[in-house]
């Protein structure tokens, strides 16, 4: 059974750094899209950001450029997120999902494979 699992998540203050990681099980990530959401509660998924399988390419969400990285180690088979300049309004479940396909494509319901989330907390 496909696993991907999320850690890293806490409580942090504004300003603060936290790095989450994206390890998978029976799942190889390099052959896949990877991207990480965000949701607060009674709010809808939102991306955050992606990085290509093929070209390594990424894309990030405007109000976490500058701020957050996405990188894959392949041969460990982890995604990671740095967020660096966490701001209260970071305060949400962090997601890592995986498509199959390389394309651009931020909607969730389109993800393949979804962790169950890590939290992350921003206190002011």
């Known amino acids: 059974q496909v696993q991907l699992v999320e850690s890293g998540g806490g409580l942090v203050q504004a300003g603060g750094s936290l790095r989450l990681s994206c390890a998978a099980s029976?799942?190889?990530?390099?052959?896949?899209?990877i991207l990480w959401f965000r949701q607060a509660p009674g709010k809808e998924r939102e991306f955050v950001t992606a990085?290509?399988?093929?070209?390594?390419?990424?894309r990030y969400a405007d109000s976490v450029t500058g701020r957050f990285t996405i990188t894959r180690d392949n041969i460990k088979n982890i995604v990671s997120l740095q967020m660096n300049n966490l701001k209260p309004e970071d305060t949400d479940v962090y997601y890592c999902?995986?498509?199959?396909?390389?394309?651009?494509?931020?909607?969730?319901?389109?993800?393949?494979?979804w962790g169950r989330g890590t939290l992350v907390t921003v206190s002011s």
């Open positions: 990085i290509s399988w093929s070209s390594g390419s990424t």
């Open positions: 999902a995986a498509r199959s396909t390389d394309w651009d494509i931020r909607d969730p319901s389109a993800m393949n494979y």
């Open positions: 029976r799942l190889t990530l390099s052959r896949y899209r």
